[in-house]
Structures are given as C-alpha cells and as structure tokens.
C-alpha cells in the first residue's frame, strides 16, 4: 500500500509530461514521415538501453567515471537533455515496447516480479511486432523483465525473430541466478529455443555484446535491423571483473568504486558493438539510440546530481534519463536537444523511421519525435515548465510540490503555496488522465512458478 500513492503519481506525471510533449510536436512542423520518403533507404535500428544508468555517470555530464564511447557517440549525434523516463524497470520497458503508459496497461504498480502471473498485454503489438510486419529483421538481447508466466509473453511471441537473455528482474552478473522468494537460486538465461546452461563465469556485459554481435556477423543486409539491447549494466548486484575497477582507485566508496568500474565495461561494450556494426559496413545506414531505463539507484552506487532524487522516486532524478541518438544516418551532430522526449515517444519514431504501420495498435500515448530530433535545435519554448511531484514520506501532511524546473532543475523552490492555481490546473490534467486509467494488474505471487518444479530454470508455468 505504500507504494500505491508515489506510482499513481509516477503515472500522473508521465502522463502530463506526454501532454505536453504531443502539444508541442503539433505546434511544429508534421510529425509524419511515413509516407513521404518511401525512396529512402530505411535505417538499421539499434536500441540500446542501460539499466539503472544515473544522470551523473556519463561522462559528458561531468561524471567522474570515464565513457570515452559514450561520450563520442554522443557528441557524433544528438544528446537529448530533456528526455523522461518511469522511475521504474517494467513500466519504462512497457512503455518502449508498447508505446502507451502503464495506466493504459495495468503496470502501473511497482514491477512484474517474476513469481508475478503478469505480463505486458497481449492486446496491442509491440514495437518489434510492428518492425517485423516492416520487413525488418528483428534481434533482442538482454534483459526482458515484461513478463513470462506464459510462453505467449516471451519475447520471440512477441516480434523478435530471436532472443538471448534474461527474462525476470535481476540477477547474478557471471552466474545468471535469480533468487526465488525462498531464497534458492534458479538460473535465468535462454535463448528462443531454451536454457542455456553453459555461460556460467561469462559477464554479462561481455555476454551481452558477444551475442548482440553474433546478431549482426550473421545478419543478412539486404534487410534492415532492428536490434534491442538490453544490458544488465549497470543495475545491482555491483558485479565487475577486476580489470575494469582497477582505474577507478581514487573513488573510496566501494559500491561507487565497483559500479564505475561496470560503467566503463559497458562503455566499452557499446564501443565493440559499434565497431561490429561498422564492420559490417551497417553503421553509415544506422540510428542508434542509447537511454536508460530509469534514474540511478543512489544505494546500488549511482548519482544524478545534480538532480534531486533517483530510481524509484518521481524527483528529477528518477525520471529525467540519460540518452542521445546517433549513428550515420543521423544528420546532425554535436547537437543538444531541449525538446521534452518521453519513452513512449520511441514507439511511433522509430516505427515511422522504419516507415512501418501503426495500424492495429492500441491509441498509443507517444507521439513521433523524428522530426524535432533531427531539426536544428530552436531551444526549448514549453507550453508549461512546471512539474508536479510527490514523494511520501518527506512529510506526513505533504505529497505535491510545484518546481518550474527550467529555473529550478534540482527541485529545491516549492511553488506550491505560490501558484496555487498552477497547481489545480495541473492536478486537473492528472486528474483527467487518471480516468483513462485502467486497473492495476498486480497478481499474488504464484507458486507454481518455482524454478525448481521446472528443472532448475526460470521460464513459463502456465
Ligand atoms: C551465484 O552467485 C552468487 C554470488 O554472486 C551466489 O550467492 C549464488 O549461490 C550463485 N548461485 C549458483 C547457483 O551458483
Ligand atoms: C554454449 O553453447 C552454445 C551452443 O552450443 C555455443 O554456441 C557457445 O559457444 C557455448 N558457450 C561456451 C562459453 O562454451
Ligand atoms: C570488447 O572487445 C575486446 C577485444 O575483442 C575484448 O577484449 C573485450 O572484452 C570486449 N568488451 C566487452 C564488454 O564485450
Ligand atoms: C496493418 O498493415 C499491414 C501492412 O501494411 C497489414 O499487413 C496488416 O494486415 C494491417 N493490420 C491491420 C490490423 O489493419
Ligand atoms: C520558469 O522559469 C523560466 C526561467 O527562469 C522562466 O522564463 C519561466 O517564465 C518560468 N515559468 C513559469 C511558468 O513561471
């Protein structure tokens, strides 16, 4: 019940920050590239997103853990700084996959544990289903965490051609075990075909690259690419083989010690998996975008300062991510983008670069962002710079503040008493998307999904 009130807001939020996103994109130019540039050639699509990255762990940002890839594939491309996630794991990956807020698909409590009988609806295509009917050739590697109790709900069902991975929430880095709610350990990793049961003492950043690069090596390139790449990296356990630790010395925190040292594997992964694009002679063709699921967990050794807040909390910390879109088939470079992007905006851009359907989806809840992403930066003219947030347990009698945050980004100047009519007009939009919500799915942990009845292995049981 705790959790209840924070992530009714989360979704609040989100919706309101959606709001304002599709107000400004329909003040400008179209939003439709589908179907006025059918003779281009469609652009590989690569995804890669990092797991509990914080705001302050790039290096661009003025991190003290060093991303020298990152940092170029940024500055090659378009880093977006005013991009908002979900504070959460499986509502921000519902949310790519489907292009609709968790209100719209029951998963708006907390995430999809995997002893959860849930996943993300059936109901509406993913956005692999959707490059898939575009023709696209369609890979996922990594972290699933949309649900598996059926087979129905596991990623090769769900638009990708092949799959190698993790399907719950978290795991061992070199082992790849979840623990069951009895506390026993059960491998987590498989491919569309089954277990995989010989990657033990493989890192998962190293796996994770191997694979995805194993995806392009045998990629036939007369057919475009989409490729999700869903790191473990850099969510907890802090797990990280010592080479890649050893330049971080001077940090003295060890949790903060460890986890710049995961950074910097998986900046170095992201560095082989370009190189491997490049290889190949795709990269010229590709848009690739790096973002992360959800602000860093303060606790498991992230920072978002300056921002206030991190994972699982609805401060700026929690929910304004890390990300930028690169790759050569993005024209421009070494831009900053201002512009408010949502992770649901992902859906229809990149299913309109892929110049696919939208057709048989659910009303999504993104809007396509290509064009302000690649135009040349007017900075930022929001119809609204004031967000609504609450956290409870600041203060008993308290749960809504009032930031504008282009003035105040790490939330530090409550408006609330200020501007009450601000405050009522934004509630009201809340309030108004809360009717659209439908109930939260949150099923009781199901004991018939114990590992052990099932060889030893996560995997469907219903
Ligand atoms: C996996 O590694 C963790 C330590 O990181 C350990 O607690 C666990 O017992 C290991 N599980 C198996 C099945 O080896
Ligand atoms: C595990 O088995 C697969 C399939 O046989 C093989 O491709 C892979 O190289 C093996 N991995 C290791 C670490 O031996
Ligand atoms: C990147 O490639 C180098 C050279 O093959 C390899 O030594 C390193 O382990 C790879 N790193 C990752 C994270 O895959
Ligand atoms: C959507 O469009 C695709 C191709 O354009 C077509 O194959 C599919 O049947 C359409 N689906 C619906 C629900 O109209
Ligand atoms: C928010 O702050 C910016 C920068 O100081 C200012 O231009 C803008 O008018 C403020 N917005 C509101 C609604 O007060």
Redesign the pocket.
């Given at each position: 019940m705790k959790l209840w009130l924070p992530l009714l807001f989360a979704v609040w939020l989100s919706a309101v920050s959606g709001n304002i996103n599709r107000r400004a994109s329909s003040s400008s130019s179209s939003s439709n590239n589908n179907n006025n540039n059918n003779n281009q050639k469609r652009p590989n699509i690569i995804f890669v997103l990092a797991d509990d990255y914080g705001f302050n762990d790039i290096g661009y940002h003025g991190s003290q853990i060093s991303t020298p890839t990152l940092d170029k594939l940024a500055s090659d491309g378009v880093k977006l700084e005013n991009y908002y996630v979900q504070p959460l794991c499986s509502p921000t990956r519902s949310q790519l996959m489907s292009g609709r807020y968790q209100i719209h698909t029951g998963l708006q409590h907390v995430v999809i544990w995997p002893e959860q009988p849930n996943g993300l609806p059936l109901d509406s295509p993913t956005m692999a289903d959707k490059m898939k009917e575009a023709g696209y050739a369609t890979h996922m590697v990594g972290k699933w965490h949309l649900g598996f109790y059926k087979d129905e709900y596991l990623p090769w069902n769900r638009g990708f051609d092949s799959y190698f991975g993790y399907i719950g929430d978290r795991e061992?880095y070199?082992?790849h075990?979840n623990t069951y709610m009895d506390g026993e350990?059960?491998?987590d990793l498989r491919d569309q075909n089954g277990p995989v049961y010989n990657e033990?003492g493989h890192y998962s950043t190293h796996l994770f690259t191997e694979k995805a690069i194993d995806v392009l090596q045998a990629h036939d390139s007369s057919k475009p690419l989409f490729l999700y790449l869903a790191y473990q990296s850099v969510h907890t356990?802090l797990?990280v083989p010592e080479k890649y630790e050893r330049q971080y010395t001077h940090i003295q925190d060890s949790k903060r010690r460890s986890y710049a040292g995961m950074v910097s594997a998986m900046d170095e992964g992201v560095g082989n998996l370009t190189q491997a694009l490049k290889d190949k002679g795709l990269w010229d063709n590709t848009v690739l975008v790096f973002s992360t699921d959800n602000g860093g967990a303060r606790r498991g050794g992230a920072n978002n300062f300056p921002l206030r807040g991190g994972k699982s909390t609805l401060w700026e910390g929690g929910i304004h991510g890390v990300a930028f879109v690169t790759g050569g088939s993005v024209a421009l470079k070494g831009t900053v983008n201002r512009e408010l992007i949502h992770v649901t905006d992902w859906f229809p851009t990149l299913v309109g670069l892929a110049q696919g359907s939208l057709n048989g989806t659910k009303p999504l809840d993104g809007v396509d962002q290509w064009d302000t992403i690649s135009s040349t930066p007017t900075c930022c003219k929001f119809p609204l710079c004031i967000v609504v947030s609450a956290e409870p347990n600041t203060s008993p009698d308290k749960n809504v503040w009032l930031f504008n945050i282009t003035a105040d980004p790490t939330e530090h100047h409550d408006l609330s008493d200020q501007m009450p009519g601000t405050v009522r007009t934004l509630l009201g939009y809340l309030q108004r998307f809360n009717q659209h919500a439908v109930p939260a799915v949150y099923p009781p942990l199901d004991k018939n999904s114990n590992p052990a009845l099932r060889g030893g292995v996560w995997g469907p049981w219903q």
């Open positions: 061992d070199f082992n075990t350990e059960y491998l033990t356990p797990q």
